[in-house]
């Protein structure tokens, strides 16, 4: 007799077939004639007949029309997305997150103002003076247009879960250029640029790269998968910033603001560990507990003498010789 599923493990397995499902049909809807029953059964570690099985509930179930070709399958007509009501509330903050977004470099894109363009035109007319003031795109350079170009291929890449060939330019070592190979897992904003965690093949290890370092990047033929015990979140870990690789063990953190910065500091998310207190002077105890790094130290030199570091000792000679090393280079006399 074949084994039985305990019933939380055939829950499970379908689950597992029910994302399988979405999955493939969105990457059929976005690379149309790609993907043979071949590949997708490679792409998902399962039997033909088990995709077989998946697509025939695409056709009947979902009632999509799909077809085939030599090259792969693809959808005849895909159904036009119904109408959606917003409140003015919500209305006006997705208003509100789509121009900040055409504001970080990388986003702004054509399909990005037609949306703006469709949540505007919910709005009445007396708005239309004020919404064309938020309106204003960031101008296009190189630059930026090679991060939005660079950023559509790593979201392809990560949505099809195919490899890539980058030519990477690391942020040490002089900036050496190197050509590998990556399996895309997260993509992230972080400041005014972009972040992507991947799996290294040259060196066998999920790291960080910063996108605007990808000089070129090309989409192989090959599929790869995630890690299961893979978390974003997990990955980053206690640190400040993205720089885990420089980051020290994480510690207690103490640092004393005053009253004017201390406002500013308090009224911020950080970090996840961050707890502030405020004295009766007005000044404001901040308590972290993070691995620190460069990023970190910078950011408390920025404050100048609006922080102390009470704790760690370390952590407070550091600031001391970076600020000492400042006045010494600004004591020197110019040659004009």
């Known amino acids: 007799m074949p084994q ?35 590949d ?53 903050a997705l208003l509100l997150t789509l121009q900040a977004a055409r504001q970080m470099t990388g986003v702004s894109s054509a399909e990005l103002a037609s949306a703006t363009a469709r949540i505007e035109a919910l709005f009445p007319i007396e708005f239309r003076p004020i919404l064309r003031q ?28 195919r490899k890539l060939d980058i030519v990477y330019q690391t942020g040490s070592r002089g900036g050496a250029i190197s050509e590998r190979v990556i399996h895309p897992y997260h993509i992230m904003p972080y400041v005014r640029s972009w972040q992507l965690i991947a799996y290294c093949e040259r ?37 400040w910033g993205v720089m ?17 910065a201390g406002r500013w500091v308090a009224e911020e998310y950080w970090h996840s560990s961050q ?9 404001v105890i901040f308590r972290l507990h993070i691995g620190i790094t460069p990023e970190f130290v910078n950011w408390l030199l920025y404050y100048g003498n609006r922080v102390e570091v009470l704790e760690p000792d370390h952590l407070r000679k550091k600031v001391v010789e970076e600020h000492r090393d400042a006045a010494a280079l600004y004591a020197k006399e110019r040659n004009m």
Do not use: W
Request: with cysteine; aromatic share 8%; net charge neutral.
């Open 4 to 38: 039985q599923l305990p019933s939380g493990g055939r829950e499970f397995e379908e689950t597992k077939r029910i994302a399988r499902i979405l999955e493939i049909v969105q990457m059929i809807a976005v690379a149309p004639q790609r993907y043979r029953r071949q």
């Open 40 to 92: 997708l059964a490679n792409r998902f570690e399962v039997s033909e007949r088990m995709i077989g099985k998946d697509l025939e509930v695409i056709r009947h179930g979902l009632k999509l029309s799909l077809a085939r070709s030599r090259s792969g399958y693809f959808f005849e007509e895909t159904p036009n997305m119904p109408a959606v009501q917003y409140t003015f509330a919500e209305a006006l």
């Open 134 to 161: 938020m309106a204003v795109p960031l101008p296009m350079t190189a630059k930026r247009e090679h991060r939005q170009q660079m950023l559509k291929l790593l979201n392809l890449a990560l949505l099809q879960r």
């Open 203 to 239: 060196r066998q290890d999920i790291l960080m790269f910063k996108v605007d370092r990808i000089h070129k990047a090309t989409m192989l033929d090959e599929n790869y998968k995630v890690s299961e015990d893979f978390d974003a979140n997990e990955y980053i870990g206690n640190v």
């Open 244 to 260: 885990r690789g420089d980051a020290t063990e994480p510690e207690d953190i103490v640092l004393c603001f005053t009253p004017d």
């Open 275 to 283: 707890k502030v207190e405020v004295r009766d002077d007005g000044s």
